[in-house]
Each structure stands twice: as structure tokens, then as C-alpha cells.
């Protein structure tokens, strides 16, 4: 198997890594189908995201009228 060397991001800045052809081919090469799960998947993860900082403000918020009633 073939493999390609590729730049990557990373905290402590460029890397290099090397990446077999088939997945360079599969990147270069997606359709519509696979650009639109990755979409869905990032909206739903951040909606997923919304929800757990939603209900992390409303326990805080019943936390402070409890307290406030004691």
C-alpha cells in the first residue's frame, strides 16, 4: 500500500503524518451523500451541545430560588 506524507494541525503547530492513497483518494473524492452526513452530524452534535448548557443553567437557576427559599 502507498502512502502519501501530509501537514495536520495540531496544538503545538504543523505535523507530519503519513496517510495511505486510498484515504487521500476518498477525501479528494466525496460525494454529496458523505458532505451532508458530516453537516447533519455537526448540527446535531451541537444542538446536543445546546441542550446540555440549557438544562446545566436551568439546575443552576432551581439551585439559587432553592437556596433563596431556605
Known amino acids: 500500500m502507498t502512502t502519501t506524507n ?3 494541525r495540531c496544538k503545538n503547530g ?3 503524518k503519513s496517510n495511505p492513497f486510498a484515504i487521500l483518494d476518498y ?3 466525496k460525494t ?3 458532505k451532508a452526513d ?3 452530524y455537526y448540527h446535531l452534535m451541537k444542538k446536543k451541545q445546546q441542550v446540555v448548557e440549557e ?3 436551568f439546575m ?3 439551585e439559587i430560588v ?3 427559599i431556605l
Open 38 to 40: 458530516q453537516i447533519i
Open 32 to 34: 454529496g451523500v458523505d
Open 27 to 29: 477525501n479528494l473524492n
Open 66 to 68: 432553592n437556596a433563596c
Open 14 to 16: 504543523l505535523k507530519t
Open 60 to 62: 443552576f437557576v432551581i
Open 55 to 57: 438544562t446545566f443553567v
Open 6 to 8: 501530509v501537514e495536520v
